[in-house]
């Protein structure tokens, strides 16, 4: 059934000791009061490779266990969260470092990270959320932030503060301290929340400069058509508005109908970094009678935001809905001065900061940063987007995830759903999905698909009334309308549904969902498509695209069920097993006729040409020329106005979308090029023809031995298991150290007596190279293997390794 559109401050430390004191004390006029104890206690039982399942009778308990049990395993990264949300990365680590989240999102200098975040601490805006009704987190959130930084407070006393760390990375680091405060953690959680908006532009932010004679801004001749070949094109401009397109996921939920077990299934793999701020940690989170859920959770989240219950799975993958929309509004006379609706002049707001910053010689400072706002945003100055700031207009982004705080709301109360349905409608009513779609089944057999995320309310009608001629470019090729500035409180508003969580976002009615009970998958592309025979239209166009290709990636993803379909129903081992296939559907597309070796034979590729003719198109250990196909698939011309990108013999055809384009063109000159400079790369880096993919691909997550591991490139190949090279990598003298992809992966399985729960975390529990959880993990991912996660008491006993109560 699809849902039809348009139908519609103290530390906690020293509050801690100032609360033991008011305790202890006794007024001699007064009865003696029994001490009431601790504020928190929760018990920690880890099982095999680190897993914690934590156990409270509160939900501040239950954060504060989850605080010191992350704090435990992952005490850098979680350290340097804080420190960033601080906005005091340039007082500790200088303001010249660079600081990248790896996920395309918040790239930039220490110095340019701290401006904005000062900037928002000097306009609270996260206090400003956390005293919204509408806009603001719920009790037990609230209760579940507070536990875990008194968690992590608690587990940094009890080790002698940063003197007792054993990681390399950060011990005896003099920024940490046992000191944490909700406060940090909630600007944690809002940096998170607006990676894919006001955080991708930190740059153009923070760097932006009013027009000189100089340097007058102006964007490209190819924004007013002169120049055509200089226009970025639809992929160029969308990568460059949304971040980094290896930041994805594949999601795949059988229902009962299409299940050997007749009740629900999920195969989830979010694709994300081995390292830094958006590693995933694993826990399990009970209340007893109350809550109980297990899975995956950020660092710096003290709830499951990928995992399961007894009930109901979900997964997450990126969504192709915008978070923004940029407004553009006319200067006159000056380039601070702007036209508003009534006609009159308004003044750019302009933001100075002021940032601490180590010198070189160690001494403190201070630097100055500026930055501009109008009433919808930060004015940004990005002409590589066609949004400069140029003598006739500036651009400044309205961020509708920077207008929430209910992040952690939506994925708690996602864990106490009861069935697919009941997800769905506690993630509505969170308000808080913050750039992801929904994938989930359940113990009755139903599955979903939904992009019920936080999007702008711009309609197609309320685009077409509103666009500037700059802002119907970006809507053309990227989807993105840019609308005017003038009429932005009125005219040009974002709209509010009835049905809305809160104002300025689409509501329910407006969102794409399904509900099923064969089968739904989301690999990253749009909505439209969650099934081949379900086709979702009708939907605004800034959630995503419709009757659109659809990646190679996507495409195996549904190949992987069509063809277990095609043998019978599926089983949870052969639904586990998709996982680690690692077939290359570029490579069984492209190979067809004899097209990929008659392209190598044509490129003189000599020895790699029968090599290719062996290969078994997959990317296992063993498997012996995917090497050659990455490199020249990643040299392939993407889709251009010069229709260079146009190497298919049989395009792309809306009744067909699984099984097209297809037909690769031997004989394209640019196709083979492609394979020529792959060739020639290979050699000139020493690689053997015949090099096994194993000898090649290892993880590079830092601490790591050369783990061989299968999986591939992800869109360009169709690899579903996807991994790639991003950011500091340990075993550098490898071909391909990875460090991103495949992450949290998770198979789980209904059945008539509980959850069989398949889990692997690819890179370990912990980011502490001495740890014995840091690399256990990725050793049984390379070898195909996966974790049974403990879920029922019995199973949690059976595999302990140990058990303690912290109090606080």
Request: aromatic share 8%.
């Amino acid at each position: 059934m699809a849902i039809s559109p348009r139908r519609r401050a103290l530390s906690l430390a020293a509050a801690a000791a100032l609360l033991a004191t008011l305790t202890t004390v006794t007024l001699s006029s007064a009865p003696t009061v029994a001490d009431p104890g601790p504020a928190y206690s929760a018990t920690i039982t880890r099982t095999e490779h680190g897993i914690p399942h934590i156990q409270a009778g509160d939900f501040g308990s239950l954060g504060f266990g989850s605080g010191y049990a992350t704090a435990q395993t992952d005490i850098c990264t979680l350290a340097d969260v804080v420190l960033t949300a601080r906005g005091e990365r340039s007082r500790y680590l200088g303001p010249d470092g660079k600081y990248d989240d790896l996920v395309g999102g918040m790239s930039g200098t220490n110095l340019q990270v701290d401006a904005l975040v000062t900037d928002l601490h000097n306009r609270k805006v996260v206090e400003g959320l956390l005293a919204s009704t509408s806009a603001g987190p719920g009790a037990e959130a609230r209760a579940m932030v507070t536990g875990y930084a008194a968690g992590v407070n608690k587990y940094l006393a009890e080790i002698g503060g940063s003197a007792g760390i054993t990681d390399p990375q950060c011990r005896n680091a003099a920024w940490i301290q046992p000191n944490a405060t909700p406060m940090d953690v909630w600007y944690g959680v809002y940096l998170a929340n607006i990676i894919g908006s006001t955080g991708h532009f930190l740059q153009q932010i923070v760097g932006a400069t009013p027009p000189s004679l100089k340097d007058p801004g102006l964007p490209s001749l190819a924004t007013f058509g002169i120049v055509p070949p200089e226009l970025p094109t639809s992929e160029e401009l969308t990568a460059r508005l949304t971040g980094d397109s290896e930041f994805g996921s594949n999601a795949t939920a059988i229902g009962g109908d299409d299940s050997t077990t007749g009740r629900g299934m999920l195969l989830g793999n979010p694709h994300f970094p081995w390292n830094g701020r958006y590693r995933f940690t694993q826990q399990q989170l009970t209340i007893p009678g109350q809550y109980d859920v297990a899975g995956a959770s950020l660092i710096g989240s003290p709830v499951v935001n990928i995992g399961w219950n007894k009930n109901v799975a979900w997964s997450h993958t990126v969504s192709t809905a915008y978070r923004f929309t940029p407004y553009e509004y006319r200067t006159v006379l000056s380039p601070f001065l702007y036209l508003s609706s009534n006609g009159l002049l308004k003044k750019v707001e302009k933001r100075v900061v002021e940032v601490t910053v180590k010198k070189t010689d160690g001494t403190l400072g201070t630097v100055t940063e500026d930055m501009y706002r109008t009433p919808q945003g930060y004015v940004i100055d990005d002409p590589s987007t066609l949004m400069g700031w140029t003598p006739l207009s500036f651009f400044a982004i309205r961020d509708a995830n920077g207008e929430q705080l209910r992040t952690i709301d939506t994925f708690l109360n996602m864990g106490k759903a009861t069935n697919v349905h009941d997800l769905l409608a506690r993630q509505d009513a969170g308000g808080g999905m913050p750039w992801v779609n929904t994938t989930a089944a359940d113990r009755t057999g139903e599955v979903l698909y939904a992009d019920h995320s936080v999007v702008p309310n711009v309609s197609d009608k309320l685009a077409g009334l509103c666009m500037t001629p700059i802002g119907r470019v970006t809507n053309l090729l990227a989807g993105l309308p840019g609308l005017d500035g003038t009429f932005a409180d009125n005219l040009c508003k974002w709209g509010t549904d009835a049905d809305a969580q809160r104002p300025g976002i689409f509501g329910t009615a407006n969102l794409p969902a399904t509900f099923r009970r064969d089968w739904v998958m989301n690999a990253n592309d749009s909505y439209w498509l969650p099934n081949p025979a379900q086709e979702l239209e009708g939907y605004d166009r800034i959630i995503g695209c419709e009757n659109c290709v659809r990646t190679l990636r996507t495409r195996m993803v549904d190949r992987y069920v069509m063809d277990a379909l095609a043998q019978g129903k599926i089983s949870p081992d052969q639904l586990a097993g998709f996982e680690h296939q690692n077939r290359v559907l570029g490579a069984e597309v492209m190979s067809e006729n004899g097209d990929l070796v008659k392209i190598c034979q044509n490129a003189d590729g000599g020895d790699a040409c029968p090599v290719l003719a062996a290969w078994d198109k997959h990317s296992n250990v063993d498997s012996v020329g995917n090497h050659i196909f990455e490199e020249f698939v990643k040299r392939l011309p993407k889709k251009g106005l010069l229709g260079q990108g146009k190497y298919w013999e049989v395009g792309f055809d809306r009744n067909d979308p699984v099984n097209t384009p297809r037909n690769i063109d031997e004989d394209n000159k640019h196709v083979v090029a492609a394979m020529r400079d792959a060739i020639a790369f290979l050699r000139s880096q020493g690689v053997p023809m015949d090099a096994t993919w194993g000898s090649l691909q290892v993880s590079g997550d830092r601490g790591a031995p050369a783990i061989p591991l299968g999986g591939g490139l992800g869109d360009q190949a169709g690899n579903a298991n996807a991994l790639a090279t991003k950011g500091v990598v340990a075993n550098g003298g490898f071909f391909r150290p990875v460090t991103y992809g495949s992450s949290h992966i998770q198979a789980i399985a209904f059945t008539d007596t509980g959850v069989d729960a398949r889990t692997i975390l690819t890179y370990g529990q912990s980011d502490d190279p001495t740890s014995p959880w840091s690399s256990d993990q990725t050793a049984l991912f390379g070898a195909k293997q996966w974790v049974s996660f403990p879920f029922t008491p019995a199973q949690i006993a059976g595999q302990q390794i140990s058990s303690v109560t912290v109090t606080g």
